[in-house]
């Protein structure tokens, strides 16, 4: 008995170490006789689903799009909203998408401006509350944006922990107060925003 189970383990590794396929398992049952016949063969089946997370806000890819706000002179200051221009759709609208299949998602925005704002590179400042933010899917709300960061939106989960949302973010200027001339923001001067897309 020992030598019969030393040569099976022996052709087991040998077929293994030549890279031959071995011989898959299957059921097989059989039935004979006289009439009618019948007999069942089962399989089973496994599917393994990662957990995921994909987000984006504006073009795909690398691409940070860049919204832009030019104010006319004749209405500085007096309340009048300002429709921006560029964003992956143009006029100042981005498209957000988010896929997740690992529970509530929560987006949150902050910014690299130390919570200064918009920065003109010359001393003067306008806060993030001067840019509004409207979605056309309540189902995929945006953060409001802020000086400090942190403000957080959650897109509506679509069954279980699966969330499949898109919509358009559509940006304006409040235009609630009159500041000094200049370019406000870019991204050496506070005006880059990153939203992170987060699950639990």
């Given at each position: 008995m020992k030598l019969k189970l030393k040569t099976v383990?022996?052709?087991?590794?040998?077929?293994?170490?030549?890279?031959?396929?071995?011989?898959?398992?299957?059921e097989q049952t059989q039935a004979s006789g006289a009439g009618p016949l019948?007999?069942?063969?089962?399989?089973?089946?496994?599917?393994?689903i990662p957990r995921f997370l994909n987000f984006r806000v504006g073009s795909t890819g690398a691409t940070i799009n860049l919204v832009d706000f030019n104010v006319p002179d004749t209405n500085v200051g007096d309340g009048t909203n300002v429709a921006g221009t560029g964003g992956d759709i143009g006029g100042g609208v981005v498209t957000a998408a988010v896929r997740s299949n690992a529970g509530q998602v929560t987006i949150t925005e902050s910014n690299n401006s130390g919570g200064a704002g918009l920065s003109n590179g010359a001393g003067a400042t306008i806060p993030y509350t001067e840019i509004l933010t409207a979605t056309n899917d309540g189902n995929l709300p945006a953060p409001t944006l802020s000086?400090?960061?942190?403000?957080?939106?959650?897109?509506?989960?679509?069954?279980?922990?699966?969330?499949?949302?898109?919509?358009q973010w559509?940006?304006?200027?409040d235009n609630t107060a009159v500041y000094d001339s200049g370019t406000y923001g870019t991204s050496a001067n506070g005006g880059r925003v990153t939203y992170t897309a987060s699950t639990p």
């Open positions: 383990m022996t052709t087991t590794a040998l077929v293994a170490a030549m890279g031959l396929p071995q011989v898959a398992k299957s019948s007999t069942a063969a089962r399989l089973d089946f496994s599917v393994q000086n400090a960061g942190g403000n957080t939106s959650a897109p509506v989960l679509n069954s279980g922990n699966v969330t499949n949302r898109s919509a559509t940006y304006t200027y």
